[in-house]
């Protein structure tokens, strides 16, 4: 793993100079003319049956025999959701040895954070800003996945979202494009691997377009995003992922401004496929395509097919529009078989790709042995160590392990290893995920107590004489709360963000009986935890760890792992502030401290409370910005300082400053690099991520550093609509989040 880790860092560098560059590569997947001849050659002996058969994509219905005469005939060109390699063999034998031209099918599954072995949620993997380390982690679960005949991943999401109430938070990067779009490339590179072989998983980067901005963060929701922000914001992530060559992309279920993304012909075929040349194979979400009959935008599944392949989709996942309407939509005229031919094609490059049709079937004696390997697991573990955020610390943490005696454990995500997977873990398994409670009871015998409070977190209680009579008995009180795996993910949005049930109950409780307290929150999505910051010492904001999860918490808790992981996401004081991010465009009132409606004294009567951008009682700012998380030792930044005071538009920018770690425990910081525009053709964002890295430094150390920023980098796309650097002047800050430092100037011209 190693290597893969120096040749990250080296290519991330080299992929920020090389996205500055228009020229395309001929093919963005990595085919050659051998494998286009290969391609052609099939395709030349494909009836218009067979090649529509390979646009169908089903789900697997359990018994291989439901399927098997479709298989015969060449009507199925992908299946999903089948796990057995043993069944996955015998799909593939039939496809191989009864099909008239043995083509194999692309066999595909929802492996988003880890296969058997769990990683933390994307958004907790977002919040180890460690590119490297996801990419691990990615090919970890293609080494697990491809090991029992899997070939195929609908991850990553790359879906920007800005409203903690969309459930599908979780499964994305969270709000900023520069983070997603570096997270994008090192999980493309993971699953599909630097080189290609059987362990090569095909990434399919999702859902394409703007799904994440889902209107009230309800899911499935319309978007109206202008052009603008869809190039400016939400498109670059899948440019980056496309360039790192994912094999595949998934359309979305949302309209955006009224044109639902299967049957969107700008996104699909002028973006994805005209600018940036994908030759990827584009898949529809789950039945998008018949759902697009749901939008008003077509009157059948004939009409939705012909809108679907028009726009430039290639398989059609579970509506059968293709499968059964676009034969005849041929014959009428309607359709051109050279729109067939071309989808056809893209399927057939991935399958060439991946080497499917050399080796189709998988070892079944194998696979097993992959599953949950010890260095799979070390890599879960260090996963969830980095993602782990400290959001509070009085001085409670880290926790002596020699004073311990008595710990006492409670809350409802204790001991809750289905939720700590967190949504999209169907692979993941119970009796493998290790649970804070059995990671303390097994560090320390004996000495825990637990009682839970709570058994799930919606439930309600009155009183906690349980656990407070456990709690005066306890030197250390150990709350666990959060929120379930299924109070997130897919359709899962919340309007309600608060710690739900009588959780901060719980905890106010715990907190009377006078003893440390230590919160630690497992959720799919950042809470408000305003109200609770005062009832503990220390809160560690988890998301959801997966199954290394326990030992994780209990390194940090007492001290073995010292925490850094940043907020991938601005954490709100109250939901009424969604969405509320970090990058948003400088307003013609920016708020100014004034006054709010609680600082006015009742007798004051009508009083003017300012005029600026702000709520009247929350304010304008967030609990936590972007970036923000805390560690058992301090940084310090000094002598920032740029090479020079102007820079011309091919130029690298290099910042140069100084790190020190200024407490007593060994840490990692992650330094971060924002750029403001000053005056743009367009308002500009207050600040934008232009770079990050982590940094490993012992007490007391001190390092001099130097950070390169091209200057094309801060292209964006303007009033004339093209993606250009502005020239005129700027403002850069170096700082471990993005509420801090001091802004130096240079000019750009
Ligand atoms: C989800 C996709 C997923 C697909 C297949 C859909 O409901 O939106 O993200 O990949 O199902 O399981």
């Known amino acids: 793993m190693k290597h893969i880790r120096n040749l ?6 080299c992929s920020v100079l090389l996205s500055c560059q228009e020229k395309k590569a001929e093919s963005t997947i990595g085919a050659d003319a051998a494998v286009e001849a290969r391609v052609e050659q099939i395709l030349s002996q494909m009836t218009l049956a067979e090649k529509i058969g390979q646009m ?18 060449g009507q199925i060109g992908s299946i999903l959701n089948e796990v057995d390699p043993v069944k996955i063999n015998e799909y593939q034998r039939i496809c191989m040895e009864e099909s008239r031209l043995g083509i194999p099918l692309l066999v595909a599954r929802d492996v988003i954070h880890g296969y058997h072995t769990v990683f933390p949620i994307p958004l907790g993997l977002a919040a180890t800003f460690d590119p490297a380390l996801v ?63 059987t362990t090569s998983m095909a990434a399919c980067i999702k859902h394409f377009v703007g799904y994440g901005a889902a209107e009230g963060g309800r899911d499935y929701n319309s978007t109206f995003l202008t052009e603008r922000q869809l190039r400016n914001v939400y498109l670059p992530p899948f440019e980056a992922a496309v360039k790192a060559g994912a094999m595949t992309l998934m359309t979305s279920f949302n309209d955006n401004d009224g044109v639902p993304s299967t049957g969107n012909t700008f996104v699909v075929k002028d973006v994805l496929r005209g600018e940036w040349g994908f030759d990827g194979l584009v898949v529809t979400d789950w039945n998008s395509m018949g759902e697009m009959i749901a939008h008003g935008f077509g009157v059948d599944r004939k009409d939705v097919a012909e809108k679907a392949l028009e726009a430039g989709v290639d398989m059609d996942m579970m509506t059968y529009g293709f499968l059964s309407h676009l034969e005849e939509l041929v014959r009428s005229g309607a359709v051109k078989e050279s729109a067939i031919n071309q989808a056809v094609r893209n399927i057939l490059r991935v399958k060439v790709l991946l080497g499917l049709f050399e080796h ?58 289905h939720d700590q997977l967190g949504t999209w ?89 006078g003893k440390p307290v230590v919160a630690t929150v497992m959720a799919g999505r950042p809470l408000t935890i305003e109200r609770d910051l005062p009832n503990c010492g220390a809160l560690l904001y988890a998301f959801h760890p997966g199954t290394m999860g326990g030992p994780a918490l209990a390194n940090i808790l007492f001290g073995d792992v010292n ?76 002598g920032v300082s740029l090479d020079r005071e102007v820079y011309g538009k091919d130029d690298v920018i290099t910042v140069s400053f100084s790190l020190a770690n200024t407490g007593q425990y060994e840490g990692e910081e992650v330094v971060q690099v924002y750029v403001r525009d000053l005056v743009g053709s367009i308002t500009r964002p207050v600040k934008e991520l232009k770079h990050f890295e982590r940094v490993a430094l012992r007490p007391g150390e001190r390092r001099s550093l130097q950070v390169q920023i091209p200057v094309c980098s801060l292209a964006f796309v303007g009033l004339d609509g093209i993606k250009k650097v502005e020239p005129g002047e700027f403002q850069l800050w170096v700082a471990g989040d993005s509420a801090s430092g001091d802004p130096l100037s240079f000019k750009v011209q």
Not at 56 to 73: E, F, H, M, P, T
Not at 150 to 173: C, K, N, Q, V, Y
Not at 370 to 390: D, N, R
């Open 360 to 417: 189709p079937y998988v070892d079944v004696t194998a696979g097993d042995a992959v599953q949950y390997a010890p260095e799979h697991l070390a890599a879960a573990q260090k996963s969830a160590e980095e993602s782990a955020i400290l959001l509070k610390n009085d001085g409670v943490l880290p926790l002596n392990p020699a004073s311990v005696r008595n710990i006492l454990v409670t809350g409802p995500m204790a001991d809750a290893p």
């Open 425 to 513: 873990a169907f692979d993941g398994q119970k009796n493998h995920t290790v649970t804070p409670l059995a990671a303390l009871q097994a560090r320390f015998p004996g000495k825990v107590t637990y009682v839970p409070g709570l058994t799930y977190s919606r439930e309600k209680r009155e009183r906690f004489d349980d656990v407070m009579a456990a709690a005066r008995r306890a030197d250390v009180v150990l709350v666990f709360l959060g929120e379930e795996a299924i109070l997130s993910g897919e359709a899962h949005s919340l309007a309600d963000l608060n710690l739900k049930g009588s959780q901060s109950e719980l905890l106010a409780a715990v907190k009377s009986a």
């Open 563 to 638: 925490p850094s992981g940043k907020t991938p996401i601005t954490f709100l004081r109250t939901v009424g502030q969604a969405p509320l991010y970090y990058s948003h465009n400088m307003t013609g009132r920016p708020y100014n401290n004034e006054t709010l409606l609680d600082e006015i004294p009742a007798e004051a009567g009508q009083t003017s409370l300012g005029n600026t951008s702000y709520y009247l009682d929350y304010g304008a700012y967030p609990l936590f910005p972007f970036g923000y998380g805390l560690s058992y030792t301090s940084f310090s930044y000094s």
């Open 135 to 197: 990419e691990e982690g990615a090919r970890v679960a293609a080494l697990e996945a491809t090991a029992q005949g899997i070939r195929w991943t609908f991850s990553p999401m790359l879906d920007i979202a800005r409203d903690p109430r969309w459930g599908r938070i979780a499964e994305g990067s969270g709000e900023d494009t520069f983070l997603d779009a570096r997270m994008a490339e090192a999980m493309v590179h993971g699953y599909q691997g630097r080189e290609a072989d």
């Open 56 to 73: 169908n994509q089903v789900s697997a219905g359990g018994d291989v025999a439901i399927y098997a005469d479709a298989l015969r005939k």
């Open 8 to 13: 990250t860092l080296a290519t991330a560098i």
